[in-house]
């Protein structure tokens, strides 16, 4: 857990303390763990209260109060300790039954009022207090009356009939406290609209605990037609609004998040997925093949039958994971598939392995995801992906400096586009990005990008400056020579939204600078294969908000520099909470240290 936090006290309390000895144990525990010594002009109150929030604001804290016995205790403590939103923790044990009682009973009220609205409205307070009482301190009952109260109007007759309801029809006739959460859980069941409760009950094709991706998941609720066409937003951006809905009632959990904030995987608490099976099993919502046998999409199938085309309602179809080579011609009958000359086709998929036939392939004009595409000199493919207006991704590969006017007409006619690469025929290929950012399409792209990924690019410092400026950009890589110069030098304003770089296998690399200003956001630095570079990022130090460094196969000379027992250039990287150094292939870290291990 250690690992997890900037600051870290223990703090044993005595049955007879005082609130300045309280203080001043805090103060004292926190400039122990520093290596200096406590202040000695701060004695008052006010100024213990003081020094002990200067050292955990802006820091990720852990402190443990053992043996609590007064009620009180959380008056006392309560101005010093400071609240960033950035999962600090403060923990305590007792042997007191009245402090216990009195912590869990502000724990469930604080989990209640963050899941409803946050800053609970003072006329609320009391109602608030007597439905998380009526949850029996079951904390999943909680945070889903809390997801659904959200939906309602912020208004004390709404909540009072809640609660009333709640007390006659659902707690207090019913002893067993797992059927208590089913029903309450059914409450935030019925109150979704059909169609998102369609969107639920979509989790019960999944075994539990299993960890879905939201953007296969979307894929599935829009080739079921769960998913409504809203002015002006596509079905994924509608379909993104259902999910973060599901998410904000706390009847889904995010698994993990995208570098944008948005969620990669989900999933439903136990107790959902049970609900959802018995919601399936009395609706029909679907019907189960065989325990065991519940997708087709891993039992090494190696050919498709010939009169798949009858299937004429089938909307979605995967063959993921098969060992299928060739399909029939009968799958041109399927106009209403969605997935997988096929009218309503929004996503093509295959991987590199795969021949596609691109003849024809422009009468899909619904598709917004296709294969990679390769060039070929006949321009047949591209007169094909032209027709496409709806494409979100493309990725072009064997491009040629000749290829440039064409490839910028056929972009900049798909106002959608959100993914773009462009892999060059070989090296002495150039992209020239200068001639392409003139257009809208790319100009709208560079605007909203938030990954970008550049390999063999061979940029140059001034190319740089093209690029420090997007607004939204969170992930940077250069790999693989895709910078030429020797200094790699990110000056003060540059890339203030970065939260991650990695630098790989830049051969001509020798130094990296970091002005202060530059890349405020960064929490993440990745170093591998750099032959050249024989010294610490200058600037590091400067990077109030990195969490991690990671040095991955580097010349022994710069391991050296930073290692702990005397390296010269240790106190660069000192603050820096976790620093892990790894070897070619090694699975795990040869050397793990930092501010969070000490």
Not at 180 to 196: A, C, M, Q, R
Not at 327 to 335: D, F, R, W
Request: with cysteine.
């Amino acid at each position: 857990m250690r690992n997890n936090f900037e600051c870290h006290a223990l703090i044993t309390v005595s049955q007879s303390y005082s609130a300045k000895g309280l203080l001043r144990r805090m103060s004292d525990e926190l400039c122990k763990e520093k290596k200096e010594d406590p202040p000695k002009d701060v004695s008052t109150i006010k100024s213990l209260t003081k020094e002990v929030r200067n050292r955990l604001c802006n820091k990720r804290y852990v402190v443990l109060f053992h043996d609590i016995g007064n009620e009180k205790f959380w008056d006392h403590i309560e101005s010093a300790v400071v609240d960033d939103k950035n999962g600090s923790r403060i923990l305590i044990t007792t042997r007191d039954e009245k402090v216990a009682e009195f912590c869990m009973k502000s724990s469930f009220v604080e989990a209640f009022q963050y899941s409803s609205y946050g800053d609970c409205p003072e006329e609320l307070e009391d109602m608030s207090l007597d439905i998380v009482r009526k949850c029996k301190g079951l904390p999943l009952a909680i945070v889903a009356i809390g997801g659904l109260l959200s939906q309602k109007d912020e208004s004390a007759p709404e909540w009072k009939q809640f609660s009333e309801n709640l007390s006659l029809d659902q707690l207090e006739r019913n002893s067993e406290l797992n059927m208590s959460i089913t029903k309450i859980l059914g409450l935030s069941y019925e109150d979704l609209p059909s169609n998102v409760r369609s969107c639920l009950l979509y989790f019960g094709m999944y075994p539990e605990d299993y960890e879905v991706r939201s953007d296969r998941l979307i894929g599935h609720w829009i080739a079921e037609g769960f998913v409504k066409h809203e002015t002006g937003k596509t079905l994924e951006e509608v379909a993104q609004q259902y999910l973060s809905g599901l998410v904000g009632r706390s009847l889904v959990q995010v698994s993990s998040l995208r570098i944008d904030g948005k969620v990669k995987r989900c999933h439903v608490h136990d107790l959902i997925h049970d609900m959802i099976l018995k919601k399936i099993q009395d609706t029909g919502f679907c019907q189960y093949i065989g325990r065991h046998d519940q997708s087709m999409s891993s039992t090494g199938l190696s050919y498709v039958p010939q009169n798949l085309g009858n299937s004429c309602h089938l909307k979605y179809l995967s063959f993921r994971n098969t060992g299928i080579e060739i399909l029939p011609k009968s799958i041109g009958k399927l106009q209403n598939l969605e997935i997988s000359r096929l009218k309503m086709l929004r996503h093509l998929l295959a991987d590199s392995t795969c021949s596609i036939q691109w003849k024809d392939i422009g009468g899909m004009t619904s598709l917004h995801e296709i294969p990679t595409v390769t060039i070929d000199d006949d321009g047949v493919v591209f007169r094909e992906v032209e027709k496409l207006k709806q494409l979100r991704n493309l990725m072009v590969v064997n491009f040629r400096g000749k290829h440039l006017k064409t490839l910028c007409s056929l972009i900049n006619d798909m106002p959608l586009l959100e993914k773009l690469a462009i892999g060059a025929a070989d090296e002495s290929e150039v992209i020239d990005l200068y001639l392409m950012s003139p257009m809208s399409t790319l100009r709208k792209l560079f605007q909203n990008l938030v990954q970008l990924y550049l390999a063999g690019s061979k940029l140059t410092n001034d190319a740089l400056k093209s690029l420090k400026d997007m607004p939204r950009l969170m992930f940077l890589c250069f790999a693989h020579n895709a910078y030429e110069g020797q200094t790699l030098h990110f000056e003060r304003g540059w890339f203030q939204k970065v939260k991650t770089l990695h630098v790989i296998c830049l051969d001509k690399l020798k130094s990296i600078l970091i002005d202060r200003g530059a890349l405020c956001s960064l929490e993440e630095i990745v170093l591998r294969d750099l032959s050249q570079l024989k010294t610490v990022p200058s600037g590091i130090q400067h990077l109030e908000k990195l969490k991690d460094l990671y040095i991955v196969d580097m010349p022994t000379g710069f391991e050296q520099r930073i290692a702990p027992d005397g390296g010269q250039d240790y106190w660069i990287i000192q603050d820096v909470p976790h620093v892990g150094i790894w070897s070619r292939d090694a699975e795990e870290p040869l050397h793990i240290f930092g501010r969070s291990h000490h």
